[in-house]
């Protein structure tokens, strides 16, 4: 049961521009929110070891959907629904600039899982990487606000649904190429200590 709750709630966030396209052409915003919401609450109340560790990576989404939903089911106004992704980006970028004044960066605490010896210059390029992020996520949110405001329903969801992911993949590939050709070649490997003979 819990395999399928996270199995839907990763669907229902990656194909939510397509879920509201097709809810609003037969739902109500506000039957079309309670679903969402509904959805939310039954991923979270069934994480395996409640806890705020677990919590704490899936809060700028959960927040986000959570506050949209609330805000749909509250309004019945379509125009909440469309302004998840704008949301939802907005989120993404106060946690990775969040991690900019705190530190570690977000990306760094992404490399440490597989590099957790991290050296200086490694630093220094997560931190990088990650102020590239925050710049998307504002841009993101800025397009996906104009569709908003000025789109039509199937170009919203082209956008959101289809041209932002080609994007994010598209920023992932392109950042893995740069630094496989220009990054990991130049690092200079550990040196090692050999004990003399006696």
Known sequence: MRRLLAVLTILSVVCYPFLVYWGLLHLEPRHLGGLLLLLVLLRVSTLPHFTWERIRPLLPTLGTVSLVTVLVVATNQRFMLLLYPVLLNLALFLSFAWTLKQGPSM???????QEPD???NGQRY??????VWCVFFVINASIAMGMVWKGTLAQWTLYNGVISYILIGSLMAGE???????????????SSTVEPIS
């Open 118 to 120: 991290l050296d200086e």
């Open 126 to 131: 997560c931190r990088k990487v990650t102020v």
């Open 176 to 190: 893995w190429l740069y630094r496989k050709w220009k990054i990991e070649p130049n690092r200079q490997p550990k």
């Open 107 to 113: 990306i760094e605490r992404f490399a440490r899982l």
